[in-house]
């Protein structure tokens, strides 16, 4: 298997919404969209983590659609459906690599009830450093 290369940031201030907000310039504030996507009743986060191989491919993942700027209406970020892969090492309930180009999957983990990580990926993303 080949390795895939995920390129995101772990955005763990928004899980329920998708959108977190930010001071903007002079004091405005302004919202981000993190990165999520749900699958069979999950909700998973992207996380920086470089180096993972793809196993099989598991279905649909759903990316929902953000507002980051609710005044703009060009600032709506739609849903996308994606495709979701197995993460060798991991249980699918713990992470996936998601995306519509199998050269640009992302990675993605459930968070814990405390906003944390899994074990399993804060090890493997150590191991990785």
Same mark, same amino acid.
């Given at each position: 298997?080949?390795?895939?290369?995920?390129?995101?940031?772990? !955005?763990?201030?928004? $899980?329920?919404?998708?959108? @977190?907000?930010?001071? @903007?310039? @002079?004091?405005?504030?302004?919202?981000?969209?993190?990165?999520?996507?749900?699958? %069979?009743?999950?909700? =998973? *986060?992207? $996380?920086? =983590?470089?180096? !993972?191989?793809?196993?099989?491919?598991?279905?649909?993942? !759903?990316?929902?659609?953000?507002?980051?700027?609710? #005044?703009?209406?060009?600032?709506?970020?739609?849903? *996308?459906?994606?495709?979701? =892969?197995?993460?060798?090492?991991?249980?699918?309930?713990?992470?996936?690599?998601?995306? #519509?180009?199998?050269? *640009?999957?992302? !990675? /993605?983990? /459930?968070?814990?009830?405390?906003?944390?990580?899994?074990?399993?990926? %804060? *090890?493997?993303?150590?191991?990785?450093?």
């Amino acid at each position: 298997m080949r390795r895939a290369i995920a390129v995101a940031s772990l !955005f763990l201030a928004a $899980v329920a919404t998708g959108c @977190g907000q930010t001071a @903007g310039e @002079g004091g405005a504030s302004s919202a981000l969209c993190a990165f999520l996507v749900v699958r %069979e009743e999950r909700t =998973y *986060e992207s $996380v920086h =983590y470089e180096e !993972f191989t793809e196993g099989a491919e598991l279905g649909t993942a !759903f990316q929902p659609a953000c507002d980051d700027t609710p #005044n703009d209406p060009e600032g709506l970020i739609p849903a *996308e459906s994606l495709t979701a =892969y197995a993460v060798r090492g991991f249980d699918p309930a713990v992470a996936l690599a998601v995306g #519509n180009d199998p050269d *640009e999957l992302q !990675f /993605v983990a /459930v968070l814990t009830a405390d906003n944390r990580l899994p074990a399993e990926v %804060e *090890e493997a993303i150590e191991a990785a450093r």
